[in-house]
DNA sequence: TTTTTGCATATTGTTTACAATCTACAAACA
DNA sequence: TGTTTGTAGATTGTAAACAATATGCAAAAA
């Protein structure tokens, strides 16, 4: 078969048969700009701005940012616009509260059903972590640890339960995306835990994992309020 | 102040000042319609007959179908069209994995913050259960028990768990909507766990209520599964 | 008869135009 | 000087027109 008539790969002679609408094009470039902060909280988006920057009219652009409302990304006043939602350090309390029992879960079922070759993918994200923690890249480790968390939801097996998870943390990064010079500091001893949860993992210790996943959010939440509040010694 | 000229009600000369828009009426109307299984799952929604028969254009009811997406309760495809989402038995199961999860911090924060109030209109649903359980109607048992986790889960004080809380249960609403009917012998015995929840909370005592929810929804699902698959025997 | 092809129709995707509302600033008034 | 009111411009809300795609059915081919 290795002789048959291959076609050639023509290259898209009529169009690419565009897989996704314009209105999935927006939301993801918009959804990918907030989550970075190349976008700010508190923006304010202008649909006429969008769409032409976008290169697309204001129809999908509006149904975009409906979309991004009810994941929370936007916040929509009528006649008023859509802006980039703001946490305020209450609301992120609350995001960790939730976020730990998630967690929690997540480190429950992992323990149980991940497998031999996400666990060595864990083990390489905290090596990088390490190399990375001594040249102060701040950034680096940001980038590591929401890869490390998101694999540990993957490998929980429960596509309700990574959904749920990553719209928790997309809202939160709303949050930490303005604070991550200040976690610096931490990143060893987070570091260290992380290498906590594994190794419980890896035991098939659910009732340690779940336990240890849910007291690194919550211990995450402490330190980060500690840093955002240093007066209060 | 009794005697001020008083501005006469006047009957909206010009329009009752539109709160919502086109979209979040549509939205809410959907919603509705497809949690109360006025809309079955499964069903296909035309643009122009919803767009009609709500006296709007397509433009809104568009934009509520993106939000009725990102909220899990419809499916989108492209270029064919949104459909009414239907949850497998499996993805159920998930679902009640992750509320479980949820139920338990709902739990552990209400038996901290729950008012007096509160406690008394728990004990005033249960009641209402007892009394409907015995003319078999599961509907008004069904209602009820949704009245039942919402309150609780505003008693946990916290509006991030009580939306992610919302989103999973309207999900899973598709799910359970189908098989209330199977529920019924059960009714007792779930209204017992009611009972001795309320009591854990009303105790302050957060470990067993939050021990209580989560086996109380793991029950559930447990119940649900066997009444669907009989034949297990 | 069964399959395939082509066309008419229906439905969705997108754009454009228009209406309603808000915002900012300036003029009029106290 | 400070407040109010009115108007112009900008922005959002909605509707309607147009384009692209899918669907169903009938006719043609095997």
Same mark, same amino acid.
């Given at each position: 078969m290795h002789n048959a008539l291959k076609k050639k790969p023509?290259? %898209?002679?009529?169009e690419p048969l565009r897989q996704h609408s314009l209105?999935?094009? !927006?939301?993801? =470039?918009? =959804?990918?700009?907030?989550?970075?902060? =190349?976008i700010p909280a508190g923006t304010k988006l202008n649909e006429a701005d969008i769409a032409a920057a976008l290169g697309v009219s204001r129809g999908p652009v509006r149904e975009a940012f409906r979309a991004l409302g009810q994941a929370g990304l936007v916040r929509v006043e009528k006649?008023?616009?859509?802006?980039?939602?703001?946490?305020? $350090?209450t609301e992120a309390s609350e995001f960790y509260e939730?976020?730990?029992a998630l967690e929690g879960l997540i480190g429950k079922l992992a323990a149980q059903r991940i497998q031999a070759a996400e666990i060595a993918q $864990?083990? @390489?994200?905290?090596?990088?972590? %390490? !190399?990375?923690?001594r040249s102060r890249k701040a950034d680096a480790y940001f980038a590591l640890n929401v890869e490390f968390h998101d694999l540990l939801a993957r490998a929980a097996r429960n596509e309700v339960l990574l959904a749920s998870y990553r719209n928790v943390v997309n809202q939160l990064d709303l949050y930490r995306r303005a604070t991550i @010079? %200040?976690?610096?500091?931490?990143?060893p001893l987070s570091t260290k835990e992380h290498e906590a949860i594994v190794d419980a993992i890896e035991a098939g210790d659910h009732a340690l994992a779940e336990k240890r996943l849910t007291a690194h959010v919550l211990a995450s939440r402490t330190r980060l309020q500690e840093a955002l509040?240093? !007066?209060k010694k």
């Amino acid at each position: 078969m290795h002789n048959a008539l291959k076609k050639k790969p023509v290259a %898209h002679a009529i169009e690419p048969l565009r897989q996704h609408s314009l209105v999935t094009l !927006a939301q993801n =470039e918009l =959804e990918r700009r907030i989550i970075s902060d =190349e976008i700010p909280a508190g923006t304010k988006l202008n649909e006429a701005d969008i769409a032409a920057a976008l290169g697309v009219s204001r129809g999908p652009v509006r149904e975009a940012f409906r979309a991004l409302g009810q994941a929370g990304l936007v916040r929509v006043e009528k006649n008023r616009g859509v802006f980039v939602r703001e946490v305020s $350090l209450t609301e992120a309390s609350e995001f960790y509260e939730v976020r730990a029992a998630l967690e929690g879960l997540i480190g429950k079922l992992a323990a149980q059903r991940i497998q031999a070759a996400e666990i060595a993918q $864990l083990r @390489s994200i905290i090596k990088k972590m %390490h !190399a990375g923690s001594r040249s102060r890249k701040a950034d680096a480790y940001f980038a590591l640890n929401v890869e490390f968390h998101d694999l540990l939801a993957r490998a929980a097996r429960n596509e309700v339960l990574l959904a749920s998870y990553r719209n928790v943390v997309n809202q939160l990064d709303l949050y930490r995306r303005a604070t991550i @010079s %200040h976690s610096a500091s931490n990143i060893p001893l987070s570091t260290k835990e992380h290498e906590a949860i594994v190794d419980a993992i890896e035991a098939g210790d659910h009732a340690l994992a779940e336990k240890r996943l849910t007291a690194h959010v919550l211990a995450s939440r402490t330190r980060l309020q500690e840093a955002l509040a240093p !007066a209060k010694k």
